[in-house]
C-alpha cells in the first residue's frame, strides 16, 4: 500500500506540474500585456504567489473550514488555517518533567517555539544542509490551542528530513473516546522533504505516509531508554483511513492508539 502511495502521489505531482507550467505559459503569452512579458515576470508571477499562498488562501481556508471543522476533539489535530492536520496518534501518561527527560534520554530534543527569527533559521540550514538539532515545527492545534511541547530528530545532520513529535496537554478529569486517562495526547509523524504545501502553496514541510510507523519507532526509542513503565497498544481505537493532513500530504493509519505510562524516577 505504501508503494502505490508514493507512485499514485509521484503521478499526481506530475501532473500538477505540467498544469502549472501550461498555465504560466498561457499566462505569459495570452493574458499579461506585452510590456509585461519581460524580466518583470518573474518578479509578477512571484508577487502573485506570495500575495495568494500567506495572505488569500489561508484565510478563504479559515472562513471554511469553521464551517465544517468541528471543535471538539476528534483525533486530528488543525493547522492554523483551520485545516485538518496531522492525526493524534499516541497518548502519554506522566507529568512534564517526566516526559522531558524521558524523550531526552531517548536521544530526541526540544523544538525552539516557531517565530520569524527560527523559521529563516530554518531555511537557511535547510538550504546549506546544515545542522539544526532544534530546529521549530509548525503550529498545530488540539483543544484549539497550539502544542504544548515538540521533539525532534533530525536525519543526516539537517532539518529536511526529521522525526519529529507534539504533544498537547489534556485537562484534569480529560478522558480519551472509551475511557482511557491520559495527561498527553500527541501526534508523531516523519519529516521526509520540502515543498509546496497542496492547500496554500505555503513552503512547509512534507511527510512521510506510514504514521504509524513513525509512532511505534518513537515508542521504540522510549522503550531502549527505559522510559517506559507500561505499555498498551490499542487496535481498532480509530477506523483505518487514508487521507490528507493539512499540507495536502497523504498518509495512511490503521487506526490504533499507543497509550504508554512513563517512568516516575529515570
Given at each position: 500500500?505504501?508503494?502505490?502511495?508514493?507512485?499514485?502521489a509521484?503521478?499526481?505531482r506530475?501532473?500538477i506540474f505540467?498544469i502549472?507550467?501550461?498555465l504560466?505559459?498561457?499566462?505569459?503569452?495570452l493574458?499579461?500585456?506585452?510590456?509585461?512579458?519581460?524580466?518583470?515576470?518573474?518578479?509578477?508571477?512571484?508577487?502573485?504567489?506570495?500575495?495568494?499562498?500567506?495572505?488569500?488562501?489561508p484565510?478563504?481556508?479559515?472562513?471554511?473550514?469553521?464551517?465544517?471543522?468541528?471543535?471538539?476533539?476528534?483525533?486530528?489535530?488543525?493547522?492554523?488555517?483551520?485545516?485538518l492536520?496531522?492525526?493524534?496518534?499516541?497518548?502519554?501518561?506522566?507529568?512534564?518533567r517526566?516526559?522531558?527527560r524521558?524523550?531526552?534520554r531517548?536521544?530526541?530534543?526540544?523544538?525552539?517555539?516557531?517565530t520569524?527569527?527560527s523559521?529563516?533559521?530554518?531555511?537557511?540550514?535547510?538550504?546549506?544542509?546544515?545542522?539544526?538539532p532544534?530546529a521549530?515545527v509548525s503550529?498545530?492545534?488540539?483543544?484549539?490551542?497550539?502544542?504544548?511541547?515538540?521533539?525532534q530528530?533530525?536525519?543526516d545532520?539537517?532539518?529536511?528530513?526529521?522525526?519529529?513529535?507534539?504533544?498537547?496537554?489534556t485537562?484534569?478529569?480529560?478522558y480519551?473516546?472509551?475511557?482511557?486517562?491520559?495527561?498527553w495526547?500527541?501526534a508523531?509523524?516523519?519529516d521526509?522533504?520540502?515543498g509546496?504545501?497542496?492547500?496554500?502553496?505555503?513552503?512547509?514541510?512534507?511527510?512521510?505516509?506510514?504514521i504509524?510507523?513513525?509512532?511505534?519507532?518513537?515508542?521504540?526509542?522510549?522503550?531502549?531508554?527505559?522510559?517506559?513503565k507500561?505499555?498498551?497498544?490499542?487496535?481498532?481505537?480509530?477506523?483505518?483511513?487514508?487521507?490528507?493532513?493539512?499540507?495536502?500530504?497523504?498518509?495512511?493509519?490503521?487506526?490504533?492508539?499507543?497509550?504508554?505510562?512513563?517512568?516516575k524516577?529515570?
Amino acid at each position: 500500500m505504501k508503494k502505490t502511495l508514493h507512485i499514485a502521489a509521484s503521478i499526481k505531482r506530475l501532473f500538477i506540474f505540467v498544469i502549472s507550467v501550461i498555465l504560466i505559459v498561457l499566462v505569459y503569452g495570452l493574458i499579461l500585456p506585452d510590456e509585461l512579458q519581460t524580466g518583470q515576470i518573474a518578479f509578477f508571477i512571484v508577487v502573485f504567489w506570495a500575495f495568494n499562498a500567506y495572505f488569500v488562501l489561508p484565510r478563504v481556508h479559515r472562513l471554511l473550514s469553521r464551517m465544517y471543522v468541528p471543535d471538539y476533539f476528534i483525533g486530528r489535530s488543525r493547522t492554523a488555517d483551520g485545516l485538518l492536520g496531522d492525526p493524534v496518534n499516541l497518548a502519554i501518561v506522566g507529568s512534564e518533567r517526566s516526559l522531558k527527560r524521558a524523550m531526552k534520554r531517548a536521544g530526541w530534543t526540544e523544538a525552539v517555539p516557531l517565530t520569524l527569527g527560527s523559521s529563516l533559521k530554518m531555511i537557511w540550514k535547510i538550504i546549506r544542509g546544515q545542522d539544526y538539532p532544534n530546529a521549530p515545527v509548525s503550529d498545530l492545534l488540539v483543544f484549539d490551542r497550539r502544542q504544548d511541547l515538540a521533539f525532534q530528530k533530525q536525519v543526516d545532520g539537517n532539518p529536511r528530513k526529521r522525526h519529529h513529535v507534539r504533544f498537547w496537554r489534556t485537562d484534569k478529569d480529560w478522558y480519551l473516546p472509551g475511557g482511557y486517562a491520559a495527561n498527553w495526547v500527541a501526534a508523531a509523524t516523519y519529516d521526509s522533504t520540502v515543498g509546496l504545501s497542496m492547500f496554500t502553496l505555503q513552503f512547509t514541510h512534507k511527510i512521510d505516509p506510514n504514521i504509524d510507523e513513525e509512532r511505534d519507532y518513537l515508542v521504540d526509542t522510549l522503550k531502549r531508554a527505559k522510559g517506559i513503565k507500561e505499555h498498551n497498544h490499542i487496535e481498532h481505537f480509530f477506523p483505518p483511513f487514508i487521507t490528507r493532513n493539512g499540507g495536502g500530504d497523504r498518509f495512511m493509519t490503521d487506526g490504533s492508539m499507543a497509550i504508554i505510562t512513563l517512568e516516575k524516577k529515570l
